[in-house]
């Protein structure tokens, strides 16, 4: 039940050659996302982006350890990577951000906001800490079912643990011992509000012991040992053992979404201070190191990402927006029937 901080990258040698670069593309592919949302969005073409940089470490690696074609995902709005580290393709992401027809929600929903029941991957909210009780709905309905092989993961920003609704969800997973993993992404800041006028505690991990189960505290900057974590939390979830909550500390560097502007609320210092650790050129010097990959690699698999990203965004604008005529499509219930 203690809650243990985690060395960076350790067990790191249980990774394969082929794993390792898959995280180091995932962090790639981000980022160029992050990036091109952000241009696309400065050219009038989409009305919002929301970046994920300083996540990618903790989404490649807690990506990695969801078992496609078993686990199912709750998701928030800033999980581009786990997104695509789940399967969730590309260009639907994209046809998304454009608010094209061809969207999983129909061009309907704010950028992100995306689904795929074949994935695994349920419908984004925007309602804060609403997917943690969702999460922990279908958990209970795996164990119900006595589907012993599959895991749900949960993921949220630490300004979610302030809702009523993320307590609830807490209580719940630990009551029913469900089989869910909880990953928060501690990135300090929730819109303007900082981590210190959030919680008197900034270790929301230890909130797990209040509830009755297991918290871990991890480096959100290192892949692999996010990776080890989640995947031990999955270990422990389809094991019977019940929920873990898994806090990665990690940083926004960009502001909230293209809606805000962060240099209104902190400083300069503290986000170059954070620059320092970023994820992605640590990750890249660390594989370079340990001869993963040169340096020249590197590079082209760099070229390579952005070339697909643009190449992908090229193609989607060109699809259509959604029909006038098709407005009052899923405004009201038709036929349903269970989602997992
Ligand atoms: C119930 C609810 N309250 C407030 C908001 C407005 N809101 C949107 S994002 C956000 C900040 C959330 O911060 P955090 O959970 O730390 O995630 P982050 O965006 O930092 O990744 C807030 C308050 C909302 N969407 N839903």
């Known amino acids: 039940m203690a809650t243990k901080p985690r060395g960076a990258s350790s067990g790191e040698a249980t990774l394969s050659h082929e794993q390792l670069v898959t995280l180091l593309r995932n962090m790639l592919l981000q980022r160029a996302v992050d990036t091109r949302g952000f241009q696309l969005n400065r050219q009038g073409k989409i009305g919002i982006a929301m970046g994920s940089e300083g996540h990618e470490a903790t989404q490649a690696g807690a990506g990695m350890a969801f078992v496609r074609g078993k686990d199912v995902l709750y998701p928030y709005y800033r999980n581009t990577g786990i997104l695509l580290a789940c399967g969730f393709e590309l260009a639907d992401l994209f046809r998304s951000q454009f608010a094209r027809a061809t969207d999983t929600t129909g061009g309907r929903s704010i950028i992100n ?56 969800a807490m209580n719940f997973a630990a009551i029913h011992k469900v089989p869910v993993i909880f990953l928060c992404e501690n990135n300090q800041w929730a819109i303007s509000t900082p981590i210190s006028k959030q919680m008197a505690n900034p270790n929301v991990a ?18 692999v040992a996010v990776y080890l974590a989640v995947k031990a939390a ?20 960009l502001s909230h979404t293209t809606d805000d502007d962060e240099r209104t609320y902190r400083t300069r210092e503290e986000v170059a201070q954070q620059r320092t650790n970023d994820p992605v050129p640590r990750f890249e010097r660390h594989l370079i190191e ?45 036929p349903t029937e269970p989602w997992i």
């Open 113 to 168: 906001h995306v689904t795929d029941k074949a994935k695994g991957i349920a419908s984004i909210s925007s309602i804060i800490a609403s997917q943690c009780t969702h999460a922990v709905g279908a958990a209970y309905a795996f164990k119900y079912r006595s589907q012993r092989d599959r895991a749900v993961l949960c993921t949220f920003g630490e300004g979610a643990t302030s809702e009523g609704e993320w307590h609830e």
């Open 290 to 334: 340990k001869r993963v990959l040169t340096s020249e690699q590197i590079e082209s698999l760099r070229s390579e990402i952005a070339r697909t990203v643009n190449e992908t965004t090229d193609a989607v604008e060109e699809e259509p927006l959604p029909a006038p005529e098709s407005l009052y499509t899923n405004v009201y219930a038709g």
């Open 234 to 253: 999955r270990e422990k979830a389809v094991g019977g053992g019940g929920p873990t909550l898994v806090e990665a500390k990690s940083y926004r560097f």
């Open 206 to 223: 230890e909130r797990a012991q209040g509830y009755g189960f297991e918290g871990v505290i991890v480096d959100g900057f290192d892949p």
